[in-house]
């Protein structure tokens, strides 16, 4: 049986590029997006033959939606996905500030999924 390994931001483009060697190399990929007009543009990278390989967790907003789903019996995870969001600046005159912001809280979500309880990250 194939491992299988979470890519997150699977439809980004370095997202995209680790999904198709991942595929080439047999493994199986489960991605997030975060809707299933993202999931068609990943499809659209990948072979017909190569598709059965993929399958994919809808994560609207990743910086408040769970990755319980996403993380089920994954063997690995290479996180690429990107929180930001360029329509939503809360801190317009303080760019840097608020992507280090958002970045940093999905990151300790995503190790708070993984973590046994007694492991879990703490800010």
């Known amino acids: 049986m194939s ?4 890519v997150t931001g699977a439809n980004s483009f370095i997202g995209g590029w ?13 991605g997030t997006v975060r809707s299933q007009a993202k999931e068609l543009q990943v499809l659209d990278g990948i072979s017909k033959d190569k598709q059965n390989q993929i399958s994919f967790v809808h994560i609207p907003d990743i910086t408040t939606d769970s990755f319980e789903e996403a993380i089920k019996d994954v063997h ?12 939503k600046l ?12 958002v ?17 879990s990250y703490k800010h």
Do not use: C, M, W
């Open 18 to 30: 680790i999904v198709k060697y991942l595929i080439e190399k047999g493994y199986n990929v489960r």
């Open 90 to 101: 809360f801190y317009p005159n303080k760019f840097e500030y608020e992507l280090k912001l």
């Open 103 to 119: 970045a940093t809280k999905r990151q300790k979500l995503l190790i708070d999924s993984t973590a046994p309880p007694a492991l």
């Open 76 to 87: 690995g995870i290479i996180h690429v996905a990107s929180p930001y969001h360029f329509k």
């Open 3 to 6: 491992k299988t390994i979470l």
